[in-house]
């Protein structure tokens, strides 16, 4: 498949202002970067054109701000990254203006550079033709290497390949490469778990993977919506309401495929999200109205593990729980584990993706265990779905 895209193979680098476009959307705890896999795997990428002469200008986003906003600056990943490569990284303040072009300008070839976050700027997500203009005109050629951002057809990730000579990067390459050969033909039953807290963007894919998977488990922040939409009292937890309609249009969906569908049936709540809280597991008809569900609760977790044992191949996005703070990792360590136990004695192919996925199976362990880990979540489950990516699409030859 990636045959049909130009690759850095193909790219005249030395000498050229290189716009290489990287997802660095990593989880961060006080400011350090606390899962370092999405720069260990856009490191090669770096370091070719780099040694190939190229100028390595960084263009990224991080969080989701609207407009500019220190707390999501991306100096501290700047700062991580050239740990993880062992090499300098320039910053600019700005990814467009003079700020970055005086930057750019004062670059050797061989230098890297990161420009600040991509989505300081509206015209990022909007995909603006000025924006994109703005930032084309600081390259010679993009390079784009965000498989975790190809599902969003923003300035960075799309638009900006429409005006210069655009190149796969190495990692995105190899993550069209290995989902390709893992979940081209899936072995059935498929199961996939999808958790997180990006419930607004995630839930309308589900709409489609239902029909791609034989058993969809849903935990996390986005199992509240639906069990909100059952009519269950979620008390505080993250839980956006006003999506209960498409919740119940995919549980509908879901039957008419033949897709089971796998919701908590008890959930591990606090009074508060910090270490330690104390913690307690509620049946779902009893759920306090000043308490959060931050975990799946054990049966919820013995149930996963049994559906995980029915499947041949498991998709995995979004942590059932808070995992970051203990206790509310149980069900994510536990299910994690059950899953990497089963890979290795080949009794399932498991892939799992997302920032905080992978951050979550590092912390549980077990990551390595799995048939393979993808960096990317949403773009992952939409290359599921059939879903053609702007940020993969913009990289095949008109
Ligand atoms: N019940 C829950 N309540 C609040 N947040 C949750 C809950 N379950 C999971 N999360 C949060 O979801 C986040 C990860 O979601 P998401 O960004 O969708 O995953 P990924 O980065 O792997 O794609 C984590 O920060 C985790 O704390
Ligand atoms: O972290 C990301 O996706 P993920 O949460 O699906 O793993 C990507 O950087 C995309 O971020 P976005 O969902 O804010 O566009």
Known sequence: MTKSFRTLDDAELKGKRVLLRVDLNVPMDAGKVTDTTRLDRVAPTILEIADKGGKVIILAHFGRPKGVDPKESLRPVAAALAEVIKRPVGFAEDCIGEVAAAAIAKMQDGDILCLENTRFHKGEEKNEPEFVDELAKLGDLWVNDAFSAAHRAHASTEGVGHKLPAYAGRTMQLEIDALNKALEAPKRPVIAIVGGAKVSSKIDLLENL?????????????????????????????????????????????????????????????????????????????????????????????????????????????????????????????????????????????????????????????????????????AFLEWMEGKPLPGVEVLRPQ
Not at 227 to 235: E, R, T
Not at 280 to 286: I, Q
């Open 210 to 378: 239902v029909s791609k998977v034989d058993a969809l488990v849903i935990g996390g922040g986005m199992a509240n919506t639906f069990l909100h939409a059952q009519g269950i009292n979620v008390g505080k937890s993250l839980c956006e309401k006003d999506l209960a309609p498409t919740a119940l249009r995919i549980i509908a969906k879901a039957e008419a495929a033949n897709c089971a569908i796998i919701l908590p049936v008890d959930a591990t709540v606090a009074y508060h999200f910090a270490p330690n809280a104390p913690a307690f597991a509620y049946g779902l008809d009893s759920i306090p109205a000043d308490g959060m569900i931050l975990d799946v609760g054990p049966r919820s977790v013995a149930r996963i593990n049994a559906a995980i044992d029915d499947a041949a191949t498991l998709v995995w996005n979004g942590p059932v729980g808070a995992f970051e703070l203990h206790p509310f990792d149980a069900g994510t360590v536990a299910a994690a584990q059950h899953a990497a136990a089963r890979t290795k004695t080949h009794k399932l192919v498991s892939v799992a993706g997302g920032g905080d996925t992978v951050a979550a199976l590092n912390q549980a362990g077990v990551a390595a265990d799995f048939t393979y880990i993808s960096t990317a979540g949403g």
